[in-house]
């Protein structure tokens, strides 16, 4: 079982991260750590909540850095593309509002009946909204629960919807929201693993416009397994 908390080496070990560099976050209140016992201690969980905030402002190096640190024995080109099955792509999801969406998205990811408990997620997805919008630039969104819920999934899954025109999402830039992923993964390392991925393919050329202009399911899977290819 991983331990519940990490000191600075651990957690520099864990993140393929110099200590020294997570010593200066620590000690400007950037890194969620606390002193005890004259050492700074962190909580994995805590760890996993501040990764996944600063996944949207990480450069290409740094996602790749934060990829091979959760995986590093791994040698895999793809992550999104096995998570995302036919049944659970849309390309003209039927909401026209935050909440539509968002359950359009959770009935998509139980197309195959993955998901235990569809109400659960819902509620545990449209609350993570409220309380931070996963609306980014671009007119992209990746909605996901703020805490895994093992016991509502099957097993780790992504779905994949378009709403032609776009909706408000939340975006504090103004924007309309267009393309989302829902991301319902059973742990944290999986999760990170998949939102670092998936920002590779929004900074990636040509990729949203790829989704954009998709005209079937299998077109946006494609254009998903091309793109993680190509990062990979």
Do not use: C
């Not at 003209?92 to 359009?104: H, M, Q, Y």
């Amino acid at each position: 079982m991983e331990a519940e908390t990490l000191d600075l080496p651990e957690l520099a070990r864990y993140l393929n991260r110099d200590v020294r560099d997570l010593e200066k976050l620590a000690s400007k209140g950037q890194l969620p750590g606390r002193r005890v016992g004259g050492r700074w201690t962190v909580r994995r969980a805590e760890v996993h909540n501040w990764l996944e905030r600063g996944v949207p402002d990480l450069d290409e190096r740094q996602l790749v850095e934060m990829e091979s640190a959760l995986s590093p024995s791994a040698n895999e080109d793809l992550v999104v593309a096995p998570l995302l099955s036919l049944d659970r792509i849309s390309i003209e999801l039927n909401g026209r509002t935050a909440p539509g969406v968002l359950r359009d998205l959770v009935d998509l990811a139980n197309a195959d009946w993955q998901v235990y408990d569809p109400d659960a997620v819902y509620a545990a997805v449209r609350e993570r909204e409220m309380s931070a919008t996963t609306a980014m630039a671009g007119g992209i969104a990746v909605p996901h629960p703020k805490r895994r819920m093992q016991e509502a999934l099957a097993d780790s899954l992504i779905a994949f919807g378009r709403a032609p025109g776009g909706i408000p999402f939340g975006d504090p830039r103004g924007e309309l929201t267009d393309l989302f992923f829902l991301v319902l993964a059973k742990d944290d390392v999986i999760h990170l693993r998949v939102l670092a991925r998936l920002a590779r393919l929004f900074l990636r050329e040509g990729f949203l416009e790829q989704l954009r202009l998709a005209q079937s399911p299998n077109d946006v899977l494609d254009a998903v397994v091309e793109a993680e290819r190509g990062v990979a």
